[in-house]
């Protein structure tokens, strides 16, 4: 079973940054997509940045260049850059992997997204 454990998250002034990170107890397949996605108290659940095992890479419009996602090397832990954070950045950040397939550069239905973490909480103040 695939366990996944966020670390990295804290609190920071807007313009801060922090470095997430998402460590695999295992990777489920030859081909696969990796994301981060994140929520906030009474919004949903959505997706901020993925890339998948031929390290196609898609962001959420809200991103605008601000965020890098990245992995460097299959066994390496996925990461989360984040620059220029804003207030409205805050939230519990989770990182979550499909099982059997590559995402394209596109975002599939969160519920393909099969494996999830607990989430680290970010927090960024004005």
């Known amino acids: 079973q695939v366990q996944l454990v966020e670390s990295g998250g804290g609190s920071v002034q807007a313009g801060g940054s922090l470095t997430l990170s998402c460590a695999a107890s295992?990777?489920?397949?030859?081909?696969?997509?990796m994301a981060w996605f994140r929520q906030a108290p009474g919004k949903e659940r959505e997706g901020v940045a993925n890339i998948d095992t031929d390290a196609i890479i898609a962001y959420a419009n809200f991103v605008k260049g601000r965020f890098t996602i990245s992995k460097d090397g299959a066994k390496r832990p996925l990461l989360l850059e984040m620059q220029d954070l804003k207030p409205e950045d805050s939230g519990m950040y989770y990182c979550?992997?499909?099982?059997?397939?590559?995402?394209?550069?596109?975002?599939?239905?969160?519920?393909?997204?099969?494996?999830w973490g607990q989430g680290t909480q970010v927090n960024v103040s004005s």
């Open positions: 295992q990777y489920p397949a030859n081909h696969y997509c």
């Open positions: 979550a992997f499909t099982r059997i397939y590559s995402c394209g550069g596109t975002w599939p239905p969160t519920r393909d997204f099969v494996y």
